[in-house]
């Protein structure tokens, strides 16, 4: 696996370009912001910008910024104080951010997510259309999860997967995720022996790999594991990734050497599956009949009343439910047509008879198959 500035040309010339930095990154190990270390990734993206490209950033650190504000010596375990951390931090953040791109002649919009924006429809587009329009009139978002109204029930997990979902979601060339740590390596690199890997092909090349001895830092919520999960997700989609240091954000940029770079993989994915399927958990669960299960998983089908046997857990129409077969466990998940309280009455019952009985807004399916993604095939 080897890797030089010759063989980097798509990087450099990646048009549209998502840039991830961790909280470790940007601050400093007692919290606060660090200006050094935001003008470093700050400075880089201006000059990408400078040359024509378009960029997104997705930036973690109100939390830690928020820290010392507050007088916390450490990260709070509790989601309460984790919110109020992200309060006071996230203005600090976008405060030094609009400083340091406005010294370049360029403007930032603060763009905050959580899992329901961009798994209901209605909310995605708005998602979309914000950051499509954010771009075109040449200002640069800086996405990060909306830490502070966010529970444990409807979080990201990290930001790592949110930039992930972001790179797709704004049909991004590159994405480049930066930590402490300049790239990937076969072994804890803190360690003598360890060697960083200059190219991921492919998921197998990882085999025998140990991803999570590469530790994590105090600050941030993700680790090695969830980087490489992130460039899973934007490589299954089409996308360019590469894991490096901070400080080498305008190496990655210019083609150079510099971190992992892991390979696209395939072509672009329905954004909203992608969103689906990474993003969400199911608000409930549907237990499918073997038919049903088939009908899903190996024809591609809709999800009908029909094939239903059992409905669990309290959802609305337009939320991620889990379809599971017979014994239990996961085959898919889709954004269902239905209320739970709806279902019971319409289980094993034909659309046709439901249609003649309840009226013609009935003859629909519980879940589009446009709205399903499977989850793994159930073994025989």
Known sequence: MSGGAGTRGALATAQRVVVKVGSSSLTTTHGGI???RVATVVDALA????SGREV???SSGAIAAGLAPLGLATRPRDLARQQAAASVGQGLLMANYTSAFAGHGLRVGQVLLTVDDV???AHYRNAYRTLHQLLQLGVVPVVNENDTVATHEIRFGDNDRLAALVAQLVHADLLVLLSDVDGLYDGNPHKAGATRLADVHSLSDLDGIDIGAAGRSGLGSGGMVTKVEAA????????DVVLASAPEVSAVLAGDPAGTWFHRRAGRRATRLLWLEHATDGRGSLTLDAGAVRAVVERGASLLPAGITTVTGTFTAGD????LDEIGRTVARGVVNYDAAELPALLGRSTKD???DLGPEYEREVVHRDDLVLLGRPRR
Not at 47 to 50: C, I, S
């Open 320 to 323: 991620p439910v889990d379809l």
């Open 47 to 50: 000059k990408a910008r400078a």
């Open 56 to 58: 997104v950033l997705v």
């Open 34 to 36: 660090d200006d050094a």
């Open 232 to 239: 899973s997700i934007a490589t299954g989609s089409g996308i």
């Open 119 to 121: 798994t209901r429809r």
């Open 354 to 356: 439901l249609a003649r």
